[in-house]
């Protein structure tokens, strides 16, 4: 069920185990200690962005707490487990930062910030590069995340991926890096908004959000009174090799 619900709609939200339970509660008072120490916060302070923030040990584990779960026997683990983004959402998310344009704006706000991840914007006019060829995406919340929750575009991972496909055809792998694919990200995506059903993914502690590297996703705006004052994700982004990541 779990391969055929990636494979048909690019994500599967894994129901509540107590041993991702108690990750989850290690991995919440951590995240609260690495708040206090300050950080990097975007769109007008409501967005902890936290990459690289958690401190887990490589193993995955949490002060001594095992990072566990079903979803581990549905994906590739790496040899040593990337200290997991910390992504925190405050009451209010987003407002819009000095500097940003009306229409980023807008697209965070109407839309979702959707993006892929490791398409990174580079330059000036920020066109978007493969950087980081991630294997999955695993999201584990903290706390309950129906104020602000992870949105995904059902089947959208099937689209990006043939897209990605024709665009890199005549590309050898090792000059990937080095190709601009704005338009074809562009162009597909707004593809995807037509075609694909936008889903969020309200989840709470002891579950686990698996996403595969192509789904278009993003995260929604604080809901109208929404209980609480901000929500708490950890991301774990496992980069493979280039050539794999088709």
Same mark, same amino acid.
């Given at each position: 069920?779990v $391969?055929?619900?990636?494979?048909?709609?690019?994500?599967?939200?894994?129901?509540r185990e *107590? /041993?991702? %339970?108690?990750?989850? +509660?290690a991995?919440?008072?951590?995240?609260?200690?690495?708040?206090?120490?300050g950080?990097?916060?975007?769109?007008?302070?409501?967005?902890?962005?936290?990459?690289? /923030?958690?401190l887990?040990?490589p193993d995955? %584990?949490?002060?001594?707490?095992?990072l566990?779960?079903?979803?581990l026997?549905h994906?590739? /683990?790496?040899?040593?487990?990337?200290?997991?983004?910390?992504?925190?959402?405050? %009451?209010g998310y987003?407002?819009?930062?000095?500097?940003?344009?009306?229409?980023?704006?807008?697209?965070?706000?109407?839309?979702?910030?959707a993006?892929?991840?490791?398409?990174?914007?580079?330059? *000036?006019?920020?066109?978007?590069?493969?950087r980081?060829?991630?294997?999955?995406?695993?999201?584990? *919340?903290?706390?309950?995340?129906? $104020?602000?929750?992870?949105?995904?575009w059902?089947? %959208?991972?099937?689209?990006?991926?043939?897209?990605?496909?024709q665009?890199?055809?005549?590309?050898?792998t +090792?000059?990937?890096a080095?190709?601009?694919?704005?338009?074809?990200?562009?162009a597909t995506?707004?593809m995807?908004?037509? &075609?694909?059903?936008?889903?969020?993914?309200? /989840?709470?502690?002891?579950?686990?959000?698996?996403?595969?590297?192509?789904?278009?996703?993003?995260?929604?705006?604080?809901?109208?009174?929404?209980?609480?004052?901000?929500?708490m994700?950890?991301?774990?982004? *496992? &980069?493979?090799?280039?050539?794999?990541?088709?």
């Amino acid at each position: 069920m779990v $391969a055929r619900g990636l494979a048909q709609d690019g994500y599967v939200v894994f129901p509540r185990e *107590p /041993a991702v %339970s108690r990750w989850a +509660e290690a991995a919440r008072r951590v995240g609260l200690d690495v708040l206090t120490q300050g950080g990097e916060r975007r769109h007008g302070a409501t967005w902890f962005v936290g990459v690289d /923030a958690l401190l887990n040990a490589p193993d995955g %584990s949490v002060n001594g707490v095992p990072l566990a779960g079903a979803w581990l026997g549905h994906v590739e /683990a790496p040899r040593a487990w990337h200290q997991a983004q910390l992504s925190v959402v405050f %009451s209010g998310y987003p407002r819009q930062d000095a500097g940003e344009s009306d229409a980023s704006h807008r697209f965070r706000r109407n839309r979702d910030a959707a993006h892929v991840d490791g398409l990174l914007p580079i330059g *000036p006019d920020k066109r978007r590069y493969l950087r980081e060829p991630h294997g999955f995406i695993a999201g584990l *919340p903290l706390d309950d995340c129906r $104020a602000s929750p992870l949105v995904v575009w059902r089947s %959208s991972h099937r689209m990006m991926r043939a897209a990605f496909r024709q665009a890199f055809w005549n590309t050898p792998t +090792e000059s990937w890096a080095d190709q601009d694919v704005t338009d074809v990200y562009q162009a597909t995506r707004r593809m995807i908004f037509e &075609q694909c059903e936008r889903v969020e993914l309200a /989840a709470s502690p002891g579950q686990v959000i698996l996403l595969d590297r192509h789904l278009l996703h993003g995260v929604a705006p604080w809901a109208a009174h929404a209980v609480g004052d901000m929500r708490m994700m950890a991301y774990f982004r *496992p &980069q493979v090799e280039m050539a794999r990541w088709l």
